[in-house]
């Protein structure tokens, strides 16, 4: 069995394969930003060539990208058109009452400034269900067919429908689904129902809406590289990275593309938790510096810990969907560096990229940045860079650190060590947040330095932050990749269920957990995971009656019985006790949200074979 993973980085495309005899092919390459499979598909050759193998050869390729999480952050998105309640046309436009300045009459409100979705395009119908999911209006079907087509008039690539309380009953978003395929066929269509199923109307609202934003430019590029995998006869299709650390088939990504989002990010901390498990050190922290960013990410036990859906933001929106807790900071090896005009020197976020790229790739770079300072200390060796592949010039490295070193009166050394010095400080801070500040002391994880620049910082992080050691594996930069190859197909499927463990409605809980673990497993089948293969495992996000946000808690198979019940409070109890300090026992818990996450059991493609690919990341390359 040979497994392919590719992921794609701003900077880099990192390529990994894995045979079950043992054998590991690494591979890195420059990402094609303008269209990323050509990249990965170039690579591909190139990595089979070096395997000696065909590409047909492959059985199964994972793939992690960006694609969706830079059509959000660069604001390129498809021009979207959304339909909604009468009365709600501006729930995007008005969202929380928190603002980045709270005190401030003049701010740029980011989801105002960049749209998702233009106020002319937000077009409402006669419609109305209730929070219990009973109809009060019944949607006008004539308004509906008026706005599609005055939509398609305009040129929308793209459509959100989004109704008040569609997640206790979806019919009237369905309708609308079907409407939309007789009066525009083709459009890319996006239903708060299918994306987000739970309450909190303006957070289902926004990742509709970016389903839709991302939608079509999304779908185009997983349907060009499954196009692309299956002519060379790639794998029987490609199986793409979550931001919940699963994987799901090119159908369902194209149909929910706002599930990937943080593809990659997520892939990264995957590797590192599963090189620190075959270590011996399962409590990791995860540092992946690429060309653009720095990933930082804490896992207690080797478990991915799981972020609260008002904290799921990509950008300046918010997206509910199941994401795993990673933090991205701008430091990178194209981190540039400058003085400001108040003298402050300075280095990040701004990042030369993959073009033109650090001056000592004499690509066109003519700012300095991390690596042309790394160049000009002699940490990177310019005759082996990418194992001899690029050529890199230590002249204009030099050349570049030098104006640097002018501005400050230092020599060039001096300021390179500078550059590096800022980059390794916003990185430290960046760790502390995530671990001290969480209750977690970095005393007791290794640090697992990843990415083509990560062992280069993570000395003096782990000195600074008293981590014991530092784990380096073989090959860091396409440590990404190799967690592609560590992960199996998951679904995540939720509902709202409103409940109290004082007065339970059993009977509603076990209905909707039944529907949810049924659509779990139909999705898989779909994918053809076979039935003796399927796994489920159900959690719920629970808080007690009065507060405003929710902890997610692992909740038991079997029935639903009051000794279920009792079973997830005593399990809400104690998260919050450790997350907060304090637990109230004799409060009643007030079940929110259920989810059932469906999953295949160990098989071809799951980490735990008969060989792993992790064990030739810990010997030396």
Same mark, same amino acid.
């Given at each position: 069995m040979k497994r392919l993973g590719v992921d794609v980085g701003g900077t880099f495309t990192d390529l990994i394969l894995w045979d079950d005899d043992g054998s590991v092919t690494v591979h890195k390459t420059p990402s094609t930003n303008h269209d990323p499979s050509i990249g990965s598909m170039d690579g591909i050759a190139v990595l089979a060539d070096r395997a000696g193998v065909a590409p047909a050869d492959i059985d199964m390729f994972f793939h992690g990208t960006t694609v969706a999480t830079n059509i959000v952050l660069e604001h390129n998105g498809s021009d979207v058109g959304m339909i909604t309640t009468h009365g709600f046309?501006?729930?995007?436009?008005?969202?929380?009452?928190?603002?980045?300045?709270?005190?401030?009459?003049?701010?740029?409100?980011?989801?105002?400034?960049?749209?998702?979705?233009? $106020?002319?395009?937000?077009?409402?119908?006669?419609?109305?269900?209730?929070?219990?999911?009973?109809?009060?209006?019944?949607?006008?079907?004539?308004?509906?067919?008026?706005?599609? %087509?005055?939509?398609?008039? $305009?040129?929308?690539? &793209?459509?959100?429908?989004?109704?008040?309380?569609?997640?206790?009953?979806?019919?009237?978003?369905? %309708?609308?689904?079907?409407?939309?395929?007789?009066?525009?066929?083709?459009?890319?269509?996006?239903?708060?129902?299918?994306? &987000?199923?739970?309450?909190r109307e303006y957070e289902r609202f926004s990742t509709t809406a970016l389903n839709a934003f991302v939608g079509p430019?999304?779908?185009?590029?997983?349907?060009?590289?499954?196009?692309?995998?299956?002519?060379?006869?790639?794998?029987?299709?490609?199986?793409?990275?979550?931001?919940?650390?699963?994987?799901?088939?090119?159908?369902?990504?194209?149909?929910?593309?706002?599930?990937? +989002?943080?593809?990659?990010?997520?892939?990264?901390?995957?590797?590192?938790?599963?090189?620190?498990?075959?270590?011996?050190?399962?409590?990791?922290?995860? +540092?992946?510096?690429?060309?653009?960013?720095?990933?930082i990410g804490v896992a207690p036990d080797g478990r991915l810990r799981m972020k609260h859906l008002l904290d799921t933001r990509i950008g300046d929106y918010h997206a509910m969907v199941p994401m795993a807790e990673v933090d991205t900071i701008g430091a990178g090896g194209g981190s540039i560096a400058t003085i400001d005009s108040g003298g402050m020197f300075r280095v990040g976020p701004r990042s030369a990229g993959a073009v033109p790229g650090p001056a000592c790739y004499d690509n066109g770079g003519t700012e300095p940045t991390s690596t042309d300072a790394m160049v000009v200390m002699g940490w990177l060796d310019a005759d082996s860079f990418l194992s001899g592949s690029m050529e890199v010039k230590p002249e204009l490295a030099n050349e570049v650190v030098q104006q640097i070193a002018d501005r400050l009166g230092s020599d060039v050394e001096h300021a390179a060590m500078g550059i590096f010095s800022i980059l390794a400080h916003s990185m430290t801070e960046a760790i502390s947040l995530h671990s001290v500040r969480k209750g977690y002391d970095p005393r007791e994880f290794s640090l697992v330095a990843e990415g083509g620049a990560g062992p280069l910082f993570a000395w003096q992080i782990a000195e600074q932050l008293g981590v014991p050691r530092v784990i380096i594996p073989a090959h860091p930069g396409i440590t990404s990749a190799l967690g592609l190859l560590t992960t199996d197909i998951r679904y995540e499927v939720p509902t709202t269920v409103w409940t109290s463990s004082a007065e339970p409605n059993l009977e509603l809980v076990a209905a909707q957990m039944d529907r949810l673990s049924s659509e779990a497993t139909s999705q898989l089948e779909a994918d053809g995971i076979d039935a003796s293969r399927i796994s489920l495992e159900r959690s719920v996000d629970c808080r007690y009656v009065g507060q405003g946000y929710e902890l997610r808690v692992p909740a038991p198979d079997g029935d639903i019985t009051p000794e279920w019940i009792e079973q997830v409070a005593a399990a809400f109890h104690e998260a919050h006790g450790r997350t907060y300090s304090q637990r109230f026992d004799d409060k009643p818990v007030q079940l929110v949200n259920i989810r059932v996450t469906g999953g295949s059991a160990p098989s071809t493609t799951s980490a735990s074979r008969r060989s792993s690919p992790v064990a030739p990341m810990l010997r030396r390359p």
């Open positions: 046309r501006d729930l995007l436009h008005i969202a929380r009452k928190k603002r980045p300045l709270n005190y401030s009459n003049y701010q740029d409100l980011p989801w105002q400034k960049w749209q998702l979705v233009p $106020r002319r395009n937000r077009r409402t119908v006669a419609e109305r269900i209730d929070a219990a999911g009973e109809v009060l209006t019944p949607l006008d079907e004539g308004d509906v067919r008026r706005e599609v %087509r005055l939509l398609k008039e $305009r040129g929308v690539e &793209a459509i959100a429908v989004a109704f008040l309380h569609a997640y206790r009953n979806p019919t009237h978003e369905q %309708r609308v689904r079907e409407i939309i395929e007789e009066e525009f066929p083709g459009v890319f269509v996006s239903l708060s129902s299918d994306v &987000a199923p739970q309450y430019k999304t779908s185009n590029y997983i349907d060009r590289l499954a196009g692309k995998a299956k002519q060379a006869q790639i794998g029987e299709d490609v199986h793409l990275m979550t931001s919940a650390g699963g994987l799901v088939t090119s159908r369902s990504a194209s149909h929910t593309p706002v599930s990937l +989002l943080t593809s990659g990010v997520i892939a990264g901390l995957l590797g590192g938790c599963a090189i620190g498990k075959a270590s011996g050190y399962p409590s990791v922290i995860t +540092l992946d510096v690429g060309g653009t960013s720095a990933d």
